[in-house]
C-alpha cells in the first residue's frame, strides 16, 4: 500500500503543469547578458554596449565609445556622440544639431510622405517562453529596434551636418572673394599713388628746366625736355637746331619722346 502511495506521489510530480515564466535572465558564452520582466527588457553585450526597452516608454541604447541614443514611445529620438554634440528629432518637426562647440544647425522636415507611422500592436512581440536551451533570447529584436533608432537619429545628424558644411563653404567662399577684392582694392591703390608720384617728378623736373630757361643759366650738353619760349628756328643747313636767347638746342628723339641737347654755335 505505501508503495503504491509513494508510485501515485511521484506520477503527480512529473505531470504538474509546468507555468510559462514571466520574467528571465540569461548570459551568453561572450560575456553578454540578456534580462527580461513583463514589458520590459535589456541587454548588455560583451563589448560594453547596452540597449534598454520598456514597453509603452521607449528604447535607449549606449554604445561602446560612451554614445548614447534614446527614442521614446511618442516618437522623438535623441543621439549624443561621444564629443557631447547632441541631435533631436522627431517625424513631422524636423532636427536639431547642437555642437560641442555650442553651435546649433536644423534641419526642416521631410514631406509628408517622407513619414513613417509607427507600426501597429501586432508588431510587438511578447516575450518568449523560458528553455534551457534558449540561446541570447530576445536579442534581435532588440538589435532591429535599436538599428532603427540608430539609423534615425544618424540620418538627422548627416542632413544637419551637411546644412552647416555648405554654409561653412559659403562663408569661407565670400571670405576668399572679399579678401580678393580687397587685395586688388589696395594693390590699384599703390599704383595710382605711385603714379601721381612720377607725375609729381615729372612735373618738378619740368619745372627746373623752366626756371633754367627763365634764367637763361645752361651749360654746354646739358638735355632739357621743354624748350625756353621765344626760340625761334634758324635755317641752318647741317640741321635743324633751336635759338633761345643766346642758346642753340639740338632735338633728338629717345624712348621717352623728344628732348633737346645744348650744343655749340652751329
Not at 185 to 198: Q, R
Not at 203 to 208: Q, R
Request: glycine content about 12%; overall charge negative; aromatic content about 12%.
Amino acid at each position: 500500500m505505501k508503495k503504491t502511495i509513494i508510485s501515485l506521489a511521484c506520477l503527480a510530480i512529473t505531470i504538474l503543469p509546468i507555468e510559462t515564466a514571466s520574467a528571465y535572465s540569461h548570459r551568453n558564452r561572450y560575456g553578454g547578458s540578456t534580462s527580461h520582466s513583463y514589458g520590459s527588457t535589456s541587454h548588455n553585450s560583451a563589448y560594453g554596449t547596452s540597449t534598454s526597452h520598456t514597453y509603452g516608454e521607449g528604447t535607449s541604447h549606449t554604445n561602446e565609445y560612451g554614445g548614447s541614443t534614446s527614442h521614446n514611445y511618442e516618437g522623438g529620438t535623441t543621439h549624443t556622440n561621444t564629443y557631447g554634440g547632441t541631435t533631436s528629432g522627431q517625424a513631422g518637426y524636423g532636427a536639431t544639431h547642437t555642437y560641442d562647440d555650442g553651435a546649433t544647425a536644423y534641419h526642416s522636415p521631410d514631406a509628408y510622405y517622407g513619414y513613417h507611422p509607427p507600426t501597429t500592436y501586432y508588431g510587438y512581440h511578447p516575450p518568449a517562453s523560458y528553455y534551457p536551451s534558449c540561446y541570447d533570447c530576445g536579442s534581435t529584436a532588440g538589435a532591429a529596434a535599436v538599428g532603427a533608432v540608430v539609423g534615425m537619429a544618424t540620418g538627422a545628424a548627416i542632413a544637419s551636418s551637411s546644412n552647416a558644411a555648405a554654409a561653412q563653404n559659403y562663408a569661407q567662399g565670400y571670405n576668399a572673394g572679399a579678401a580678393t577684392a580687397n587685395a586688388a582694392n589696395a594693390n590699384a591703390a599703390t599704383a595710382n599713388a605711385n603714379m601721381a608720384a612720377a607725375n609729381a617728378n615729372a612735373a618738378a623736373a619740368n619745372a627746373n628746366t623752366a626756371a633754367a630757361v627763365a634764367s637763361g643759366s645752361y651749360s654746354m650738353g646739358q638735355i632739357v625736355s621743354v624748350l625756353p619760349a621765344g626760340c625761334i628756328t634758324p635755317n641752318v643747313s647741317s640741321g635743324t637746331y633751336y635759338l633761345c636767347g643766346n642758346t642753340w638746342f639740338s632735338p633728338s628723339y629717345g624712348a621717352g619722346g623728344v628732348y633737346y641737347k645744348v650744343v655749340p654755335t652751329p
